[in-house]
C-alpha cells in the first residue's frame, strides 16, 4: 500500500515526463533532500555470495544510476548493494525522446535508452573519488557504433577494475541494435574468454579477483538457455543476472502505451523473470551465484525470487511507483519473513519452490 505522503510524492513527480523526473530524483538523492532509511542489519539476512559478504540481499540494478553520480545515497537507502551504469567506453546520447514510458495501470515501464551515459572515464572519476565503502558493482556494455564490441567490455574490465566489487556484462538491453547477439553460443563463448581473461591478467596484477557476472535476457528459448548454462559453467563465470527487460507485451492493460518499442520492466517483468530464473538455476545447479531481477516490489516478491532460485535480488522500476524507502521496507520485512519461517538463513530458503517456478510457462 502507498503511504499519502508517498501518493504526494510520486503525484509531484509524475507531472513530470519519465526522464525529467527521474533527473529529478538523481537530483535530489545528491542534495540530500532524500532521507536515508538504511535497514537494520539482520543476521539472517547476511550471506556470502561469489566471496562478496553481502549484509542483505537486495540491490538496486542498473539504469538508474547510469553515470554512478549516487552509488552512497542508495546504499543509506537499505540496499545491501548498488550497482552502476550500463557504461560504454565513450559517451554516447542513447536513441531519441521521448524514450520512457509509464504504464501505471500496470505498474510498469517501457525503455528504449540505448546505453545513453557519459563514458568510462567521468563514471571513473567519481568512483574513485568516492570513499572505498559498501558493494558497488560496475555494468558495463558496448557502444553503439563500436567496431569490436567484445574489446569494449574488456576496456571497462581494465578501467573499472580498481574501483569496483564485481562486474556485471550487459548483453541483453534491447535497446542497443544486435547486442543481444552476443548470447548466441559462438559469439558468448568469444566474449567470456575474453572478459574473463582481462579479469584474471587484472587478478594477477592486482592480486585481487573482482567477480563478473553476466545479464541474459528474458527472452531466450529453451535452446537458447541451455547454450548460455553451457558456456558459463564451461568458462567458470562467476554469476548470472536473470534478467534484464521483455520485448513481450502480454497481458498488458494499457494497449496505448504497450504499442511503444523498446524493454518492458517493472511489475509485469515478474511472472516472466521468474520462470526464466528457476530454468536457469536447474541448468547451472546449486553452485553458480543468481541476482534475479524483474517485478521486485515487495518483500514477498523478493523472497520468491529466492526460492525460484536466486542469491540474491535486485530491483528499480517498482521504485517509480512505491517510493524511495521502499528498499528499506523490504528488508525490514523480509528479516521478519525468514524468522517467520524459523530458517536461520535465508539461504535456507532458495530453491524452495524451484519445481513450481520450473513448471510456469515462460
Known amino acids: 500500500m502507498v503511504s499519502p505522503f508517498r501518493d504526494i510524492a510520486r503525484r509531484g513527480l509524475f507531472l513530470f515526463d519519465p526522464e525529467t523526473a527521474h533527473g529529478l530524483s538523481i537530483a535530489a538523492l545528491k542534495s540530500g533532500l532524500v532521507p536515508s532509511?538504511?535497514?537494520?542489519?539482520?543476521?539472517?539476512?547476511?550471506?556470502?555470495?561469489?566471496?562478496?559478504?553481502?549484509?542483505?540481499?537486495?540491490?538496486?540494478?542498473a539504469g538508474y544510476d547510469k553515470n554512478a553520480e549516487v552509488p552512497d545515497q542508495l546504499l543509506r537507502l537499505g540496499f545491501g548493494f548498488a550497482e552502476v551504469g550500463t557504461l560504454t567506453p565513450k559517451p554516447q546520447a542513447g536513441n531519441d525522446k521521448p524514450r520512457i514510458f509509464r504504464l501505471v495501470e500496470d505498474r510498469g515501464v517501457i525503455n528504449r535508452l540505448g546505453f545513453n551515459n557519459e563514458g568510462h572515464e567521468a563514471a571513473y572519476a567519481r568512483l574513485a573519488a568516492r570513499k572505498p565503502n559498501g558493494i558497488i558493482g560496475v555494468n558495463i556494455g558496448a557502444n553503439k557504433d563500436s567496431v569490436d564490441r567484445i574489446a569494449d567490455y574488456v576496456a571497462g574490465i581494465r578501467r573499472f577494475y580498481p574501483v569496483a566489487t564485481y562486474f556485471t556484462a550487459n548483453i541483453s538491453s534491447p535497446n542497443t541494435p544486435g547486442l543481444r547477439d552476443l548470447q548466441a553460443r559462438e559469439s558468448l563463448a568469444a566474449l567470456l574468454s575474453a572478459v574473463l581473461g582481462a579479469r584474471d591478467e587484472e587478478a594477477k596484477r592486482?592480486?585481487?579477483?573482482?567477480?563478473?557476472?553476466?545479464?541474459?535476457?528474458?527472452?531466450?528459448?529453451?535452446?537458447?538457455?541451455?547454450?548460455?548454462?553451457?558456456?558459463?559453467?564451461?568458462?567458470?563465470?562467476?554469476?548470472?543476472?536473470?534478467?534484464?527487460?521483455?520485448?513481450?507485451?502480454?497481458?498488458?492493460?494499457?494497449?496505448?502505451?504497450?504499442?511503444?518499442?523498446?524493454?518492458?520492466?517493472?511489475?509485469?517483468?515478474?511472472?516472466?523473470?521468474?520462470?526464466?530464473?528457476?530454468?536457469?538455476?536447474?541448468?547451472?545447479?546449486?553452485?553458480?551465484?543468481?541476482?534475479?531481477?524483474?517485478?521486485?516490489?515487495?518483500?514477498?516478491?523478493?523472497?520468491?525470487?529466492?526460492r525460484a532460485g536466486a542469491d540474491l535480488v535486485q530491483l528499480y522500476s517498482c521504485m517509480v511507483y512505491e517510493g524511495p524507502d521502499l528498499p528499506g521496507r523490504i528488508v525490514k520485512s523480509l528479516g521478519r519473513l525468514v524468522e517467520r519461517e524459523e530458517a536461520s538463513s535465508i539461504r535456507d530458503l532458495r530453491d524452495s519452490r524451484l519445481d513450481y517456478w520450473l513448471a510456469r510457462k515462460v
Open 37 to 61: 532509511c538504511a535497514a537494520v542489519a539482520h543476521p539472517r539476512l547476511c550471506q556470502t555470495v561469489a566471496g562478496i559478504s553481502f549484509a542483505n540481499p537486495l540491490g538496486m540494478a
Open 206 to 306: 592486482t592480486g585481487k579477483r573482482i567477480p563478473v557476472f553476466l545479464k541474459i535476457a528474458p527472452d531466450l528459448t529453451e535452446e537458447g538457455m541451455d547454450d548460455i548454462a553451457a558456456e558459463a559453467l564451461a568458462h567458470d563465470l562467476d554469476g548470472l543476472i536473470v534478467s534484464n527487460t521483455t520485448l513481450s507485451r502480454d497481458g498488458l492493460r494499457d494497449k496505448r502505451q504497450a504499442g511503444e518499442s523498446g524493454g518492458l520492466s517493472g511489475a509485469p517483468l515478474f511472472e516472466k523473470s521468474t520462470a526464466v530464473l528457476a530454468r536457469m538455476r536447474k541448468r547451472v545447479g546449486p553452485t553458480l551465484p543468481i541476482v534475479g531481477v524483474g517485478g521486485v516490489s515487495s518483500a514477498e516478491t523478493a523472497l520468491e525470487k529466492i
